[in-house]
Every structure is written in C-alpha cells, then in structure tokens.
C-alpha cells in the first residue's frame, strides 16, 4: 500500500479540488445575489428603500466573483441609476442646496469611481 505524504483535507480530498469546490460555491453565491438584487429591483422598484438592499446584494455578488461582469455591470449601472434617481427627487422637491443627492449618492460615488 502507498501512502501519499502531501496533505490531505478530512474528507480525503487533495487541496486543488478542495480550492476548485470553494471557488466553484463563491461563483453560484455570486449568481445567487446577483439574482436577489434583480429581483428586489423588479419587485420594488427603485426607491430610497430599496436602492441600499440592492446595491448590497450587487456588492456581495461582487465580492464572491471579483472577475464576474455581470456583477460589476449589475452594481456600476445600480450606482449609475442612483444618481439619477436621487437627482430627479432633489428636481422634484426643489431643494437645489438642501443636501439632496449629494448626500445620499456620496456611499456609492467612490465605487463607482473605482469601477471606471
């Protein structure tokens, strides 16, 4: 009998497939956030309450698939749609200097800086 002297992980399994079962679950939880900030934006809509909620599961899609676009994409077109949304209610109530979108949209600017 041959006993291999690299280590092995409890389950028997060697530290390449145990990094490739890792990277493979942060890839599906990526997909799975991805689709819960779709479908809070589908089903909200874009709203102060819901903006927040949906940039987070953006961002931990993200974080689970740093080189996934459609995760970036998803979160910088969020951030983008932001913007707008805070600028049209700061439109709406005619607040030019109350604070409007420059404070709420201040969170996200820094990332969405980074992103481009």
Same mark, same amino acid.
């Given at each position: ?5 690299? /280590?092995? &992980? ?11 079962? +890792? *990277?493979? +679950? ?22 102060? *309450?819901?903006? /927040? ?8 899609? +993200?974080?689970?698939? /740093? =080189? ?10 969020? =951030? ?14 005619? *607040? /030019? ?6 404070? +709420?949209?201040?969170? &996200? ?8």
């Amino acid at each position: 009998m041959k006993h291999s002297l690299q /280590p092995q &992980s409890l389950s028997g399994i060697s530290q390449e497939e145990d990094k490739r079962l +890792r *990277d493979s +679950r942060c890839r599906l939880l990526a997909r799975c956030y991805l689709k819960l900030g779709q479908w809070q934006e589908a089903l909200q809509g874009l709203s102060e *309450d819901s903006i /927040p909620a949906v940039l987070q599961y953006y961002q931990i899609a +993200r974080e689970h698939d /740093p =080189n996934w676009y459609k995760a970036w994409h998803a979160w910088a077109y969020m =951030n983008f749609e932001t913007v707008l949304f805070y600028k049209h209610q700061q439109q709406l109530h005619g *607040d /030019p200097g109350a604070g409007g979108a420059a404070g +709420r949209t201040d969170p &996200s600017h820094p990332g969405a800086v980074s992103c481009l």
